[in-house]
């Protein structure tokens, strides 16, 4: 059973950077797992921030960037607004075929 | 202007069978994937499956294989998630979204289906 692990909380101030990552229990996360970022609030449908590891939607503020670091895939959010607070979720492919969420990121902008 | 419209909430007892819809508009529907992501209450997304409404090309997590059945009618633009007996723990809010070549966009607004005796 393939684990996508992402940290469970984080908290960044206003205007501060904060990194969050998404990992793979089958080793190191490439361009080849497509990695899509999404932000989730509460109530809400989530909303495709990032995919295939970098590229962003029309709809997705400058301020979040996707990349690779360290083997994992990683989001980056620089000059956090409160609005910015919400659960992040990664989803990796593997074999093409088949996705697996992470278990979220919550954000807290405080 | 892409959208995916999915059915109401529904309330159902154990046992019962059930199909929920997801409605696309404003683009080819027979080009694109839609999956179908579940959110247990107070949990996070769990990718279930997806299908390809061109060929009705069907790929399942393995955990949700033998579950429920995912399917499409083309000639409306419509993709099904169904089970045939459902349990309480079925009990979420279920997703559709659109997805190409690994990227996914646009998003269903959700169905809560309730499951309870």
């Known amino acids: 059973q393939t684990v996508v692990t992402q940290e469970p909380s984080l908290t960044v101030s206003p205007g501060g950077t904060v990194t969050l990552t998404c990992a793979s229990s089958?080793?190191?996360?490439?361009?080849?797992?497509?990695a899509n970022w999404f932000q989730q609030k509460p109530g809400q449908a989530p909303r495709a921030l990032i995919y295939?590891?970098?590229n962003k939607h029309s709809w997705t503020p400058a301020r979040f960037s996707g990349s690779l670091l360290g083997g994992k895939a990683a989001l980056t959010l620089s000059g956090v607004q409160p609005e910015d607070e919400a659960e992040y979720y990664c989803?990796?492919?593997?074999?093409?075929?088949?996705?697996?969420f992470g278990g979220g990121t919550k954000l807290t902008v405080l | 202007e892409v959208q995916l419209v999915q059915s109401g909430a529904e309330v159902k007892k154990p046992g019962e069978s059930l199909k929920i819809s997801c409605k696309g508009s404003g683009y080819s529907f027979t080009s694109y994937w839609i999956a179908w992501v579940r959110q247990m209450p107070g949990k996070g997304l769990e990718w279930m499956g997806m299908?390809?409404?061109?060929?009705?090309?069907?790929r399942y997590s393995p955990s949700f294989q033998g579950q429920v059945t995912i399917s499409a009618d083309r000639s409306i633009n419509t993709a099904y998630l169904q089970w045939s007996s459902l349990k309480a723990p079925d009990t979420a809010i279920y997703y559709c979204?659109?997805?190409?070549?690994?990227?996914?966009?646009?998003w269903g607004q959700g169905t809560l289906v309730t499951v309870s005796s």
């Open positions: 089958t080793g190191a996360v490439t361009t080849g797992y497509y």
């Open positions: 989803l990796l492919y593997y074999g093409g075929a088949q996705g697996v």
């Open positions: 299908i390809y409404p061109g060929d009705s090309d069907t």
């Open positions: 295939s590891t970098s």
């Open positions: 979204a659109r997805q190409i070549s690994g990227a996914y966009d646009y």
